[in-house]
């Protein structure tokens, strides 16, 4: 029945992680209702593949519509959607599947092994730490993009004064909102993301010249072949062991950590472009 129930909430988690700008907060406070009749451990068994279910789905929309479902899906638009326009949306569907389900397992056993001594790391972190973890992100966002550094960290700093946009959440100011309430809880971080990928997305396609053409071939390579794996396993693992490490420590840890691993394979990569 455990397993019924998590196959349940994987499914219902995807469905709901595949619309753009419900990621797997929202799916989970949608979806809580349907856990109430069930036992404590169902319940949770439900929400875990709910959440993870979610997680998974941004991906999709990512790949095929380059439209982020969720934050942490962002870096999947850069190389994912490319392999869908080049036929290989398959692969890049189930390598993102297979690799989120070997990270999440290995992660799972690896926090219960070591979660004491893990949290008090986590709760050792302070203002300095904080700092130099946020500014690790502007510089991997720096490092990331191809063209002028200026603009890049002009981009950056543009960025920072966009989240300082809202409530204050230590002192309760109100900054830079103008009087408008909507401004009070900042700018969504979801829907900036929406529009840069989506609403581009949607200008690109109405500039370009409609050609209609009929696809006779076989729909084929849905599964990564033996070479996929071949070049993917490292990545996954490599991503696994900072994801994890990242993922202890409170805050937005799913968007650093995919930014981070993305530009580690960039780094070491032998085809970087």
């Known amino acids: ?60 929309t990512s790949i095929l519509v380059n439209m982020p479902g969720e934050a942490a899906s962002v870096i999947t638009c850069l190389d994912g959607h490319q392999m869908a326009k080049k036929g290989r949306a398959g692969a890049a569907l189930g390598i993102a599947a297979f690799g989120s389900f070997i990270a999440g397992t290995i992660g799972a056993v690896g926090i219960m092994l070591v979660a004491p001594p893990m949290a008090k790391f986590a709760l050792a972190f302070g203002p300095a730490e904080y700092f130099s973890l946020l500014l690790m992100g502007i510089v991997i966002i720096v490092y990331m993009s191809s063209g002028s550094i200026l603009k890049d960290l002009l981009s950056a700093m543009f960025g920072l004064l966009l989240g300082t946009i809202g409530m204050d959440s230590i002192s309760g100011t109100q900054r830079l909102t103008f009087g408008i309430l909507e401004l009070t809880d900042g700018i969504g971080f979801i829907p900036a993301v929406m529009g840069l990928f989506g609403v581009s997305e949607i200008f690109i396609n109405v500039e370009r010249a409609v050609v209609t053409t009929l696809v006779t071939e076989k729909v084929k390579n849905l599964l990564p072949d033996r070479q996929d794996w071949k070049e993917s396993f490292w990545p996954i693992i490599r991503g696994t062991v900072l994801g994890f490490f990242m993922g202890v420590l409170p805050g937005p840890a799913p968007v650093i950590s995919t930014y981070s691993s993305y530009a580690l394979e960039k780094k070491i990569s032998k085809t970087p472009e």
């Open 1 to 60: 029945m455990n397993l019924l129930f998590c196959f349940l909430g994987v499914f219902m988690g995807t469905l709901v992680g595949v619309l753009p700008g419900l990621g797997p907060t929202a799916a989970i406070s949608l979806l809580l209702p349907v856990s109430f009749h069930l036992s404590p451990v169902s319940s949770i068994i439900m929400l875990a593949g709910i959440y993870y279910g979610a997680m998974y789905g941004g991906s999709t």
